[in-house]
């Protein structure tokens, strides 16, 4: 006990406190709060924080068998050209021909990257100063629900309450782990800012998809894919500045219009774009709205605007280093229509021309928003039920109705459903997305929600009604 207590005033790290388990009092050795707090943040944050497999600043080993590509040292655990498979999968690799797969991942791996510096530093100040743009994490979890006044004597309201903090618990420990990414990702950027091109070793899955290695690269979140661009760029000529602004429009969420009225569109709001690449810190527009318009994709849109900047002040002449990107509309769809030449599915999903986009996921909300209207007007309402002799209160239709009427059901809720149903996506899966996509997300942003408890009712309804209309497709 005198070296405890010597050691509690000289250093400071720890208490004596006592633990009572029935009748008896034991007493326990335990970091002060501040410490363990200290703790836990550091290992979030060193936890994956240097990467195996990093980008490379020399072109990588191109692919000539399944086993020679990527890293030339061999402190490195040698890759693989798949990632996983079983021996027998590898054995009928190795005796392929497969000379246009390794030209595609060589042609993709020797493609020179560098940091957008632009977007790291704002990223970074706002980072240190806790402010939150686009899908940045929380520095810090959502606070625990308060305890009722009646905890103690009310069954019920204990399970409520437990069943309130563990969905806080989980978000938050969703949020360490993107945390601790979202750390890693500005890590290797500030490390690779000072080269003039770096490279990405890439692999294939069993499927063929080719993906790098590395956390931070092209296939990454939108504030991850914000960070890079080509080192190695193009002048925009005649008709570059025009995919340019189709680009810009595609990333504020304007792109089911024809490129025309999006290059149009740019044009009209050029005003707020240069005041965003002249001060992204006052005009924050970049993550907020323009021209009636919720940005999509934010940090993506910021580097847009600097280079949009750049075109500007020099014309067509500008090298422009932003990657272009060019999307699938529904891409399991699409293929699902042209293998079976269904000419409805085919025109939502823009397998045949037209004057403007079609929106397959905008379809689907339409349909949804119509069934939900229904319910409204036409569902159970709330019943209070007896279960065991004991009252048990439960929503009707109407009420899960007017709860996602009052949140909007628009083309993002329907969205991620659409696309997984392809996949073997059901009404579970539909239910678990809304929760993560929609409730989860806005409770870390400390947003305030229709719904009672959880969400998961609400969810499960909504799932229901999406079921239902993506089986029509």
């Known amino acids: 006990m005198k070296l405890i207590a010597l050691c509690q ?30 703790m836990k943040e550091r290992t979030d944050f060193l936890g994956g924080l240097r990467p195996v497999y990093e980008p490379m600043v020399v072109r990588p080993k191109n692919w000539t068998t399944l086993y020679d590509g990527g890293y030339l040292s061999s402190d490195i655990k040698p890759l693989r050209l798949v990632k996983r498979g079983s021996k027998a999968y590898f054995e009928t690799l190795e005796k392929a021909d497969m000379p246009v797969v390794y030209e595609a991942v060589n042609a993709i791996q020797n493609t020179a990257w560098q ?3 632009f977007v790291l530093e704002v990223m970074e100040t706002f980072w240190q100063n806790g402010i939150q743009a686009g899908e940045m994490p929380l520095k810090d979890g959502i606070p625990l629900p308060e305890k009722p006044y009646d905890i103690e004597t009310n069954p019920e309201s204990q399970l409520k309450y437990r069943r309130e903090t563990n969905e806080v618990y989980l978000i938050n420990t969703a949020n360490r782990s993107k945390r601790a990414y979202f750390e890693i990702i500005l890590d290797i950027a500030r490390r690779y800012a000072q080269y003039k091109k770096f ?35 193009k002048p925009l000529g005649s008709e570059g500045w025009k ?24 044009l009209d709001n050029e005003d707020v774009i240069l005041a965003i690449a002249e001060n992204p810190y006052d005009n924050r527009q970049w993550f907020g709205e323009i021209g009636g318009y919720e940005v999509d994709k934010p940090w993506q849109f910021l580097a ?12 067509e ?47 689907v909300a339409e349909e949804v928003l119509k069934a939900v209207n229904h319910d409204l007007e036409n569902g159970m309402v709330d019943e209070l039920k007896l279960v065991d002799n004991k009252p048990k209160f439960e929503e009707g239709t109407r009420t ?53 408890g959880t969400g998961k009712k609400a969810s499960n309804h909504l799932a229901g009604k999406i079921s239902i209309t993506v089986a029509r497709i």
């Open 9 to 38: 005033l000289s250093l400071g790290l720890v208490q004596v406190v006592d633990i009572r388990k029935g009748s008896r009092t034991t007493k326990m050795l335990t970091a002060l709060p501040e410490i363990l707090q200290w």
């Open 115 to 117: 940091i957008n510096t």
């Open 199 to 233: 490279y990405q070793p890439h692999q294939l899955d069993f499927r063929g998809r080719v993906y790098a290695v590395s956390p931070l690269s092209c296939q990454g979140s939108d504030a991850t894919k914000a960070l890079l661009r080509f080192a190695n760029g």
């Open 243 to 266: 995919w340019l602004a189709v680009h810009g429009a595609g990333l504020i969420g304007n792109d089911k219009v024809s490129f025309e009225d999006r290059v149009n569109f740019i």
């Open 304 to 315: 847009w605007c600097k280079d949009w900047e750049g075109f500007v002040k020099y014309g």
């Open 317 to 363: 002449a500008y090298v422009s280093k932003i990657p272009v990107a060019f999307d699938g509309s529904c891409s399991g769809l699409q293929h699902y229509s042209a293998m079976l030449k269904d000419e409805k599915v085919r025109a939502t999903v823009n397998l045949l021309p037209g004057d403007k986009p079609s929106d397959v996921y905008a379809m």
């Open 400 to 452: 899960f109705a007017r709860q996602w009427l009052e949140f909007g059901i628009n083309r993002k809720v329907t969205k991620r459903a659409v696309m997984t149903l392809c996949y073997g996506s059901k009404q579970f899966g539909f239910a678990k997305q809304l929760m993560e996509d929609f409730i989860h997300k806005a409770r870390m942003n400390e947003e305030q929600l229709p719904f009672t």
